[in-house]
Structures are given as C-alpha cells and as structure tokens.
C-alpha cells in the first residue's frame, strides 16, 4: 500500500451504493478510490439480495447473477393457517447473487477508471485528508476533496463528517441454501410479533435458493434473533429440507426513513449510511441504486464547479418528507406486540381493501422518490 495520493473522491464501502457512485463519477472523469476492509465482497453479506421489479427495468443489473422471476407472494398470519396469496401478472422480484454481483459492480468500477482496493480499512477524516489502514496494518494518508460514506448503517464517515447517524434499526439474521426444486417461486412471509417482532419472517424460494429469514426490534428478541430464527425454522412454511450447511447472514437495518443530513461541504452520504431504506418493506437496494445516481449528480457538479456548495442539493431532508405514510405504517406495525392481536389485525388483509393495500405495498410501481429533473 502506497504512503499516500490524492483523489477527487473517497468512497467509503464497495457495496452496490458505493460501487455505483465510484462507476458513475469515474466514468465523467474523476479520480475515485474505494476502500472497503473486507478483503473478499463474497464474506460478511448483510442483504437477503431481493430486487424489485422497478431496479430490474431501471438498472443494467447482470442476468446471469440473478435468480428466477418470482410473481407470488404468501402472507401467513401467526398461526400459519389460511395465508393470503398475492398473484402478479407481472415479474415482480428476483433474488440476487450477491458476491457475483459485488463482484461484477467492483469491475464495472475499475473498468470506468475507478481504485478499488479491498482488505483496506478507514479510520478517519479530517482537514480534507482520509487516515486509512491496510491489510498488513500499514497506515496511509489519502488526501480527498470529498468523502462519501457507504459504510452502512452505523456509518463511521456520518460521524467524522457531523451528518445525521441511523437511530431507529431493525437487526436481521438470514440462512441461505440451495433449494430443492419448486414448482411455483414464492415469497413466504410469517407476521409474527414474536419470531419477528415489528417486522417479518420470510422464507424466499425461487427454485435455485432458498433465503430463510427474521427481523425485528433487537430489545424485542429476549433471546436473541438467532434463537428467534431458530425457532422459525421449525415452522416456516413452504421450507423444503434444510441442510446442514448454509450460508449464514445479518445485520442492522435502518428503518426511521431518510436522514436529514447527509451532505456537507466535505461529503455526503449513501445507501444505509444516509437511512435510504424503505421504512416499511425495510429493502434498500433499489434506493441504494438509486441515490447513488443522485449523489454522483451533486458530485460531479460540485467538482465540475469547484463550488462545493453543490452538494446542498443533495438534501435528505427535502425527500423524507415523501417517506411520512411509510414511517407511520412502520410505526404501527410496532406496536402488535402479541401473535392474538396479530390474528385480528391480519382478518383486514382477508377483505378486497386490505388485499388491494398488500397488492400495492408487494406489487407498486413506485420507486425511491428523488428530485425532479430541472
């Protein structure tokens, strides 16, 4: 590892977000490093990797990295009796394979021009020079114009820049293997105040993977989400054999909606580390995408300009106002806190407006909101 350079732009986490925003300003230009301190993209995943039917028309996502169309959605109430089936006629999700796909993302940025270097870790910013660590404990100095922090949820460049931090988070935990075939791929998904409190279980079989999962509160997991998933396990529907060996995944996951701030004159924020996850399906990858694309825009015009006044127009604080019915629906989820008033709440989901309110939450047409172009 070098003793030091400069670049226009740190990155700050080679997940889609900060891989996507390297490509985009590498590609009109500018100098972009990208540090992560996994030195491996395939180990220590966090997302279950879902993409909604929006990104896959938006976005030249890899086919070969992703799994087969998924059109069907099952809701089981606590008891798992009588669930409620969601047909689309449309693909609506496809699960992602993601260490290819944070691999095919990390050579898109490297072929726009974009420094990937992996097993390096930050240890922070200040004064416009970044202090970062690498794999064999070497420090450097890399002096950066600006800084953009994709380091997830509780995101340390949030910090160093004075930018808004996630304080309301779900945590997960999720087991993937291989499927045993099925005739139908379908999204399971278990509300249970329990097994998943203020959130849902799921079991997402597309006929190559099965994504076995919970998420919820942590405070409301007393023994941990882990024994939580465990206990799923036992009654998940549609689980076809588990095998012993699986691959294991977890995380926090914010959920308050959009930070306010989470740009400055020295950066900005993106993906999980700027809150840009939906407060009520808790999926962050079309946002992450996304957003992404918003804050190479301010980015390059600041750069362009020399004006680092640019990235006031990435403001957090203008779009979350359109994230208010979702954080409130978010917050209503949270207060079912027993599997009886989670069998009553679930009768509504049995008549036309609770399946045409499920349908739309499932099946919409919309995406992230971001400004309108001028």
């Known amino acids: 590892m070098s003793a030091g350079w400069d670049t226009d732009v740190l990155v700050v986490g080679a997940g889609l977000a900060g891989l996507h925003v390297a490509t985009l300003l590498a590609g009109r230009g500018h100098a972009v490093s990208v540090v992560d301190k996994r030195a491996d993209l395939g180990r220590s995943i966090r997302t279950t990797g879902i993409f909604v039917r929006r990104t896959l028309d938006d976005f030249p996502l890899p086919a070969g990295h992703l799994g087969p169309p998924i059109?069907?959605?099952?809701?089981?109430?606590?008891?798992?009796?009588?669930?409620?089936?969601?047909?689309?006629?449309?693909?609506?999700?496809?699960?992602?394979?993601?260490?290819?796909?944070?691999?095919?993302?990390?050579?898109?940025?490297?072929?726009?021009?974009?420094?990937?270097?992996?097993?390096?870790?930050?240890?922070?910013?200040?004064?416009?020079?970044?202090?970062?660590?690498?794999?064999?404990?070497?420090?450097?100095?890399?002096?950066?114009?600006?800084?953009?922090?994709?380091?997830?949820?509780?995101?340390?460049?949030?910090?160093?820049?004075?930018?808004?931090?996630?304080?309301?988070?779900?945590?997960?935990?999720?087991?993937?293997?291989?499927?045993?075939?099925?005739?139908?791929?379908t999204f399971h998904c278990v509300l249970h105040p329990r097994l998943a409190p203020g959130y849902l279980g799921w079991v997402v079989d597309d006929g190559e993977h099965v994504h076995l999962g919970t998420a919820g509160y942590a405070s409301r997991y007393p023994e941990g989400v882990w024994r939580a998933l465990r206990e799923l396990t036992a009654v998940a529907p549609g689980l076809p054999s588990r095998p012993t060996d699986v691959e294991r995944r977890g995380g926090p996951i914010p959920v308050g909606?959009?930070?306010?701030?989470?740009?400055?004159?020295?950066?900005?924020?993106?993906?999980?580390?700027?809150?840009?996850?939906?407060?009520?399906?808790?999926?962050g990858l079309d946002p992450c995408l996304r957003l992404s694309e918003h804050a190479a825009d301010a980015l390059d015009e600041a750069l362009t300009t020399g004006d680092p006044s640019a990235l006031r127009s990435y403001d957090g604080a203008a779009l979350r106002r359109r994230f208010r019915g979702r954080v409130a629906m978010r917050r209503s989820m949270g207060l079912v806190r027993s599997p009886a008033a989670m069998e009553a709440a679930f009768t509504a989901l049995r008549t036309t407006p609770g399946q045409r309110a499920a349908r739309s939450i499932f099946f919409a047409d919309r995406s992230f909101p971001l400004p309108a172009p001028v």
Do not use: K
């Open 257 to 283: 909606g959009l930070l306010r701030r989470i740009s400055s004159r020295r950066g900005l924020l993106v993906g999980d580390a700027a809150g840009a996850v939906s407060p009520l399906t808790a999926g």
């Open 71 to 185: 059109r069907q959605v099952a809701l089981y109430p606590p008891s798992l009796r009588r669930p409620v089936v969601l047909v689309s006629g449309r693909d609506e999700f496809r699960v992602g394979d993601m260490p290819g796909l944070y691999a095919a993302f990390a050579a898109r940025a490297r072929e726009a021009g974009a420094q990937v270097l992996l097993g390096t870790r930050y240890a922070g910013y200040a004064d416009g020079a970044a202090q970062l660590v690498g794999g064999d404990g070497a420090p450097s100095v890399v002096r950066a114009r600006f800084v953009v922090g994709a380091d997830g949820a509780r995101s340390r460049v949030a910090r160093d820049l004075h930018l808004d931090r996630n304080e309301r988070l779900l945590v997960g935990a999720e087991e993937v293997f291989p499927s045993a075939g099925t005739e139908v791929p």
